[in-house]
């Protein structure tokens, strides 16, 4: 599985930004999608998951009810819709892919492939 990320870029604290990452190489709806992010000198967190249909989502507490994840099946693409951005929302955010398409997963560890990281800095 090859994953495209794309999106991110420069954003006032409050404002919204939707990154985007396109996969290619797996049938879509076999796989189970997730975003991470890093910010500087700390490690990779977990940010977002989805299962292959949509309908099952989690997050991390510190984006909930601000960040959305969602999946167009039909184009290959996960979404990560983010708002009321926050200065410590700042960091490169990973999209990952795993083989098993069932269940939201939080656990890096569980993920196979991995994009690039698209970066989001969020200024005040």
């Known amino acids: 599985v090859q994953l495209q990320a794309s999106g991110g870029g420069l954003v006032q604290a409050g404002g919204s930004l939707r990154l985007s990452c396109a996969a290619s190489?797996?049938?879509?709806?076999?796989?189970?999608m997730g975003w991470f992010r890093q910010a500087p000198g700390k490690e990779r967190e977990f940010v977002a998951a989805v299962n292959w249909s949509g309908l099952v989502t989690t997050y991390a507490e510190s984006v909930n009810g601000r960040f959305s994840i969602s999946r167009d099946n039909a184009k290959n693409t996960v979404f990560l819709q983010m708002n009321s951005l926050k200065l410590e929302d700042t960091a490169i955010y990973f999209c990952?892919?795993?083989?098993?398409?069932?269940?939201?997963?939080?656990?890096?560890?569980?993920?196979?492939?991995w994009g690039q990281g698209t970066l989001v800095t969020v200024s005040s």
């Open positions: 990952a892919a795993r083989d098993q398409r069932s269940g939201a997963v939080r656990v890096d560890s569980e993920y196979a492939y």
């Open positions: 190489g797996r049938t879509f709806s076999t796989i189970g």
